[in-house]
Each structure stands twice: as C-alpha cells, then as structure tokens.
C-alpha cells in the first residue's frame, strides 16, 4: 500500500512508517501450526504512511485486571465496521477484523496505542478472543465500552495524540 498526502522534494525530507498488522498476516492451521494468509490478504496486512501526517490513540480500559487477558483493540475509518463481516472469518484464510486499519492488544495495565493513524476521524472495538486449545485462536467476543467520548466518532490529527479511557460493561455473560 502507498502512503497518501506525501511529496518527495529536492533536498527534502519525509519519512515514511510501514506498519506490519501480524493479526492479519498470519492464520492457525488444523495441525496447531501457524503460516502466513493468502499474498492478496497479506497485502492487506502491510501499510505505508506519511508520519508527519499521522497521529496516534493512546487509550486505557478503567476496569481491566490482570485477569482480562487477551482483549484487542481495533481501529477503523469512521462508519466502515460491520459486526457480520469483521466479527467472522473471511477471505480463503478467514481472517477476522480484516477491514482494521490496526490494532493492538491491551497491555497488563489496561493501556493500549493505536500508532501512526492518518488524520480522520474513527471508530474504535475491542474483542477478547478465547484460547482454543494450544493453538490461542477461538471464538471471539466483541466487548460492549463504555466511554465519555463517542467510540463511533474518535477524532485524530496529525501530529498528535488523543487519549481514551474506556470500560467495558460487564453484563455477567462473558468471563473477563
């Protein structure tokens, strides 16, 4: 993928971030073995951007303890998550949340970074995938948040960070 919005000029300087989404990248075989997906679907696991243009969302999960793990948090433009298609495998190597610009996992501190987003305006979901034997890919759980900010309109601009705290709201189903 090429960057937008970048000039190249004599004498100049522009640097260019390639982000490498390994949740995208990689698929669990039948055998508990892992390969990389499919050369178009991993197409879509590589992008270029123009770091002077981009910015980042730092976030942390208020309720998060330590025996929560696994939770990942996924960013996309604003208005292009569909619960259906993201939620379940697709393509011939069923990835799932294909359509993320990226993620990243929560940390043991409930502190997570969504790094080198171009400027935009997006919408954030966070999902606790279970361990499915020895081979750590399962069902997933897309998590109901909480937040002061509206997660269907987060705003970044470029050059800077903008900062969430979430909760997720726990309805006695699932086990965090």
Do not use: W
Not at 138 to 153: A, K, W
């Amino acid at each position: 993928m090429q960057p937008s919005d970048f000039k190249v000029t004599e004498s100049g300087q522009t640097e260019i971030i390639m982000d490498f989404d390994l949740r995208k990248a990689v698929k669990s075989n039948t055998d508990n073995s892992f390969s990389f997906v499919s050369n178009s679907e991993l197409n879509a696991a590589v992008r270029a951007e123009n770091k002077a243009m981009t910015g980042h969302i730092k976030g942390k999960i208020e309720n998060y303890s330590s025996a929560q793990s696994n939770i990942v948090v996924f960013v996309y433009k604003k208005g292009s998550f569909n619960e259906s298609t993201e939620v379940n495998a697709s393509g011939s190597n069923e990835v799932k949340y294909a359509n993320a610009v990226t993620s990243a996992k929560v940390d043991a501190a409930g502190n997570f970074t969504l790094a080198f987003l171009p400027e935009g305006n997006y919408e954030i979901h966070c999902d606790k995938p279970e361990n499915n034997g020895s081979s750590g890919i399962g069902l997933n759980t897309l998590l109901d948040l909480e937040s002061s900010v509206d997660l269907s309109n987060v705003g970044v601009n470029a050059g800077a960070e903008t900062n969430l705290a979430l909760t997720v709201k726990l309805d006695g189903i699932i086990n965090l």
